[in-house]
Every structure is written in structure tokens, then in C-alpha cells.
């Protein structure tokens, strides 16, 4: 067997899901880098996705969910956020394919000549380029995970479920693994768990040549060994290859029941790797923290995806980190801001000890989140704005404190006298160390300022504080930029600017100074929080709500009841 961080070659597990859609691949395939890792290997992570888009970035969060930023601009599949919020694995451009970008770069091949001519095919020159990209993870790692998404059956799959049929031919059985993740449900009427789900999705995989080596069965309720006997003889894998993915209270058990499943001691035999015992303390601690909190503290998060949380899933997760750093729990309520725009805030927000306003595009609510944010401002309620939150901020205190009436962003009125926030057409884009142009003409990807930009804090602010360094490095994703033009009468009227760009140009992060806490950043901190490691602004943030809880009465009477 091979010892783990043997630098020899990287080995690969490709994870398939069946019967329907939303089963938790990515969370399964995050969950097995944790375990992995705790076990002294390295790993890495590819999502590879069905869909035509050449990546998600001008997708509805109401069709895909959020779009996760890595530090090289890259706008992804939120699974990588999965994949580095378990592991020390970092994404990257490389770490999420689609089978536009697939298509784009073949059709790309075609014309420019390099087939010489002959007819393209799906086979083999699509599935060769599925291929080539899954290479691109050799040698980053001891093991790479590959999650395919959609679900089998699904016609947009094929082409990546023959590649990888093709990919453990090419590497050989001992370098590569197939997880399949599928139902079992449970029929409260008939009081039985059904394994035919399975038995369909394993023999629709299997005929297209692809014999799983482990399933990881989601259900409600335990399986019993007859089950997993029963799911084993008719999907022709052992035994001790059928791992129950029971339903969890949260997310960060799943490591845990996984490996009391024995699921990482199969993946390194079926692998031959060996490795000393896993080292899960961390995780049970984690585990510990988030079911015995010894606090509690209410956030508002004033959104116009609230009907789908996964549009917010990187905040939600680091909203939970902020609260694990200060021993509690945080309940997050989802405050519509159409609603704000036509009832009381106080109303709808009463009994809040934190109000957040995130990121997010269009017209639509806006009213709504500068209605909270003054309510935030003027009851001295601790208030965090990520983007288009920090961009509203500064349009609410333009217009309420510095006397600018007509103060807004160019986004959403090009006539107001007062641009605040407006799009700059010439930026030092310090990734590539080129000046980049853009205006409203350019393809809506081309607008935006993407990926890790560096940002310099000022002393004695909340920023700085926070993070206790005086410079940092975060992730953007945003199109309009504080307009510089207005930074000295803003000022003047009271706004601090405490982070900007090294070269000054451009302003990151915005604070009101009479104020328990109150921050505006351009970036998304929730991209950089972990469980282990919550991010400092998010656990400042917690911090300054349970502070507003313990001096108010509200909270005491919650919990009171």
C-alpha cells in the first residue's frame, strides 16, 4: 500500500448521484476531503457541471443557487464553497468545469483547425477534453475528488459519466474510486424503507459502464445490516461498500457519521493508501460548540432571495462560524426587502439584535434594505453590509446625514447629481498588475471586478479590530465602485473609510464611528470563513449582536420563554 504524502501519483474519486437531484453530493464529497485530510492526506476537488453556461455567473440565484468566488475570479458552482469550508483545499479557475466552457473550448479547437479537418465528435473528442481538464488536478494533491453534477439518467450527463468510465481505464482500478450517492426513502405510511430507488439508479449507471465501488445511501433513518445486505446484492458491491448517509442536525457531523460508518478505512483499501488513524477531535469540538451553545442572538438578513437560502449559503455558514467563536447559536431570520419597502421596519424587525444586508444585483428591494439600513443606523443596532449592503449604506447616509437628497448608485439612477456609487470605467487591477476598461456596454462578466484584491486598513476602527493586521486580502464580486469624487464631503459629514485599496483609489470598507458597530465592506468575507477558522468580521459582528442582546430586554424576554 502506499503511505500517505508518498508524493507519487494523485488518485481519483468520482462522485455520481442518483434518483433525484439536492441529495448532498457536494456536501458528501466535502465531507470525504475532511476525513481524508484528517488522515494526513492532501486533497483537492473539481465540480463538473451538466449545464451549457460557461459558468454560473449570469445565472438567477433562484435557478442554481449562489455563485462562489475564488481568489483568481473564478465564479463557480457553490460546492467549492463545501469544498473549502471542510478542508484546506483552495479552488480555483480549474476546479469547476461546465459543458459550455467543455463546449467552448472544443468548438474553439475546431476552428482554429486542430481536428486537421476531421468531423468532431462527442466521442472522442468531447469526452477527451473532459478528460484533459480532470488531468489539470495531477500532482496538486494525494487524492482529487470529482463531483459530476446532475443526476444519472440525465442526458446533459453523459459526456462527463463516459469520460470518467473512460478515465479509470486510462489511470487503472487502485487510482480511481466511483461513489455513487443515492435514496433510500423512508414511507411513513407503509412504515418501511424502500431500496428499489437505488436498485434503478445503480443498474441506469451501471449501463453505461460505470460499476459503483461504494454507495452512500441518504435517508432518514438507520439501515439495518438486512438493508444493506439486501442493497449490496442487488448493486453487486459488498457489504461493508454500503454507507448510510443518515439526515444530520447539522451539516459538520457528516465527517463524523461517516466515519463511524467506515467509510474512510474503505476508500483508503479500495485506494491502497495507507495512513495512521484520523484525527476528529477538531471536528467533534466543532460538533460540540454548535449543539451546546451557551448564548443566543438573532440576525435579520434583509434579502430578495429569502425564499431560497441557498442563495446565501456561503453567509449562512459564516453567519453560524461568527457564532461558534462566541459560544452561541445564531437563529437567522429572513427579512424581505420588498416588504420593508411598504411596511413598518420596526415592525418587521423588532426582537433583531443584528441586521445584514448582502450582496445582490438589480432594482428590485432596494428601497427596502435603505429603509433597514437606517433603522439600523438610527436605533444603533449592529449592522453589516457585503457589497450592494455596503454600496446602500453609503447611498442611506449620503442622502440622511450628508444632506444629498438625490444621493444613489448609477445602477439603479444615471440622472441623480449625487453618484455615490457609479461604475468606474479605469481601475489598477492589482491581480494582473494592468489597468482594466470597462462601461455598460461591456458583456455583463466584463463589468464586474472579480477574485482576491488586496486592501489597507486604518488604525482604531472597526476593520482594523477586527482583523488586527493592517493589511488584508479579500474576494469581490461587484460592479459598482464608492465613487472618490465624494469621499471628502461623506467624510466631513462622518462616514470613516477604513480600507481601501493599496493605492487608495478605491474604497473597500466603510464604517459609521457613532455606532456600537456598523460596517460596510465592497467584498464578500463569507467566501473566507471555516467552521475551524470563522472569518473575523462575521465573529466581530456576532460579537457586537450579542452585546445589543445582553443591554436589551427583548432579549432577555426571548429567552424567557
Not at 489 to 499: K, M, R
Not at 556 to 561: K, L, S, V
Request: proline share 4%; with cysteine; glycine share 8%.
Amino acid at each position: 500500500m502506499r503511505p500517505a504524502n508518498s508524493h507519487g501519483k494523485t488518485k481519483y474519486i468520482f462522485v455520481t448521484g442518483g434518483v433525484l437531484s439536492s441529495l448532498g453530493k457536494g456536501l458528501a464529497a466535502a465531507a470525504i476531503g475532511a476525513l481524508l485530510e484528517s488522515r494526513g492526506l492532501s486533497v483537492t476537488f473539481q465540480k463538473l457541471d451538466p449545464y451549457i453556461n460557461v459558468d454560473p455567473g449570469t445565472m438567477n440565484p433562484f435557478q442554481h443557487g449562489e455563485v462562489y468566488v475564488t481568489d483568481d475570479g473564478a465564479e463557480t458552482d457553490l460546492d467549492l464553497g463545501h469544498y473549502e469550508r471542510y478542508t484546506t483545499a483552495v479552488m480555483a479557475q480549474k476546479n469547476n468545469y461546465t459543458s459550455g466552457r467543455i463546449y467552448h473550448a472544443v468548438i474553439t479547437k475546431e476552428r482554429r483547425g486542430e481536428y486537421l479537418g476531421g468531423t468532431v465528435q462527442v466521442i472522442p473528442h468531447v469526452t477527451d477534453e473532459i478528460k484533459a481538464a480532470i488531468r489539470e488536478l495531477e500532482g496538486d494533491a494525494d487524492v482529487a475528488i470529482v463531483e459530476i453534477g446532475g443526476t444519472i439518467g440525465d442526458i446533459e450527463s453523459l459526456p462527463f459519466l463516459e469520460a470518467i468510465r473512460q478515465f479509470r481505464i486510462d489511470v487503472g482500478r487502485q487510482n480511481s474510486l466511483f461513489i455513487h450517492v443515492t435514496l433510500v426513502p423512508y414511507i411513513k405510511t407503509a412504515g418501511e424503507v424502500k431500496t428499489k430507488p437505488t436498485q434503478h439508479s445503480v443498474k441506469e449507471l451501471r449501463a453505461i459502464g460505470i460499476q459503483p465501488d461504494i454507495l452512500l445511501c441518504r435517508t432518514e433513518v438507520p439501515l439495518s445490516k438486512e438493508l444493506k445486505a439486501k442493497i449490496a446484492l442487488f448493486c453487486n458491491v459488498g457489504t461493508d461498500e454500503v454507507i448510510t448517509a443518515q439526515d444530520v442536525k447539522n451539516i459538520y457531523e457528516v465527517p463524523l457519521r461517516f466515519h463511524e460508518e467506515g467509510l474512510d478505512d474503505k476508500i483508503l483499501e479500495l485506494l491502497n493508501i495507507w495512513t495512521g488513524a484520523p484525527r476528529l477531535q477538531p471536528w467533534q469540538e466543532l460538533v460540540y460548540k454548535i449543539t451546546h451553545p451557551a448564548k443566543k442572538t438573532v440576525i435579520a438578513i434583509i434579502g430578495k432571495y429569502v425564499d431560497l437560502k441557498e442563495s446565501y449559503k456561503s453567509l449562512h455558514e459564516a453567519l453560524v462560524h461568527g457564532g461558534v467563536a462566541n459560544d452561541a447559536a445564531v437563529e437567522l431570520r429572513y427579512v424581505s426587502a420588498e416588504d420593508l419597502e411598504e411596511k413598518d421596519a420596526g415592525a418587521l424587525l423588532a426582537g433583531c439584535d443584528g441586521i445584514l444586508v448582502p450582496g445582490g444585483f438589480g432594482t428590485r428591494g432596494v428601497r427596502g434594505k435603505i429603509n433597514a439600513i437606517t433603522y439600523a443606523r438610527t436605533q444603533k443596532i449592529p449592522f453589516f453590509g457585503i457589497c450592494l449592503g455596503m454600496q446602500l449604506a453609503v447611498v442611506e447616509f449620503a442622502r440622511n446625514v450628508a444632506g444629498m437628497a438625490d444621493a444613489n448608485s448609477t445602477e439603479f439612477d444615471r440622472a441623480t447629481t449625487h453618484p455615490v456609487i457609479y461604475l468606474m470605467k479605469e481601475w489598477f487591477d492589482y491581480r494582473t498588475n494592468q489597468v482594466q476598461t470597462r462601461d455598460e456596454m461591456s458583456d455583463m462578466g466584463g463589468t464586474l471586478r472579480l477574485g482576491a484584491y488586496p486592501c489597507v486598513l486604518e488604525a482604531e476602527t472597526f476593520a482594523h479590530r477586527a482583523y488586527g493586521c493592517d493589511r488584508i486580502e479579500e474576494r469581490h464580486r461587484h460592479r459598482f465602485e464608492f465613487n472618490a469624487g465624494f469621499r471628502k464631503p461623506l467624510e466631513e459629514a462622518g462616514l470613516v473609510i477604513s480600507g481601501t485599496s493599496p493605492d487608495g483609489d478605491l474604497v473597500e470598507i466603510v464604517e459609521v464611528a457613532d455606532h456600537p458597530w456598523f460596517l460596510g465592506c465592497q467584498f464578500h468575507p463569507e467566501f473566507k470563513s471555516k467552521p475551524m477558522r470563522p472569518h473575523p468580521l462575521f465573529r466581530d459582528f456576532i460579537a457586537a449582536a450579542l452585546a445589543f442582546r445582553a443591554a436589551h430586554d427583548h432579549g432577555a424576554a426571548d429567552d424567557a420563554t
